[in-house]
């Protein structure tokens, strides 16, 4: 079936480091690939997103790559600050008409000041 | 208004109360979805309504029942619960051309 693989499951890095969050889907199919950031307690919060005519996305700090032939896409953030400490998911979707977004398990990034 | 709004921020219900979970946007979507959260994981897709019809329902139990009644409002009643229904409750949104699902802050249910 459907499936989202994220590696790691956590991740600690120095305040200012960059940390790299991993994802391999399985449906060729995808065509959307979302990243949302969940603080404890709180809901899942878009911070980007990237579509499969595209292999790179950023903003600011955060970017997106996406290898299609490798079925895989990678988030990235760089300069990291205390605040970016949450849970991060990253999550796949065959887009218009399917509305699954099959989301990957989770990656707790904590940035130690 | 990019708000997904939810009621209410937490339930605490015995297995034999009835009780709601509510949900509104304005933001146009015709694509609502209820997913349920357990700790330290990822959200699981329960029902996806478009059009305000359902299209997706991801073999959820029968004590779980969907409801839309309009293009801005999404229901979800409980009855019957078993203590494992313990979890946040998600309500999203996104238009049916997909792209960014909008969640709600979520319902954090206790059945005791």
Known sequence: ?113 | DTEVTQTPKHLVMGMTNKKSLKCEQHMGHRAMYWYKQKAKKPPELMFVYSYEKLSINESVPSRFSPECPNSSLLNLHLHALQPEDSALYLCASSQVTGGEAFFGQGTRLTVV
């Open chain 1, 1 to 113: 079936g459907e499936n989202v693989e994220q590696h790691p499951s956590t991740l600690s890095v120095q305040e200012g480091d960059s940390a790299v969050i991993k994802c391999t889907y399985s449906d060729s199919a995808s065509n959307y690939f979302p990243w949302y950031k969940q603080e404890l307690g709180k809901r899942p919060q878009l911070i980007i997103d990237i579509r499969s005519n595209v292999g790179e996305k950023k903003d600011q700090r955060i970017a997106v790559t996406l290898n299609k032939t490798a079925k895989h896409f990678s988030l990235h953030i760089t300069e990291t600050q205390p605040e970016d400490s949450a849970v991060y998911f990253c999550a796949a979707s065959r887009g218009a008409g399917t509305y699954k977004y099959i989301f990957g398990t989770g990656t707790r990034l904590k940035v130690l000041a």
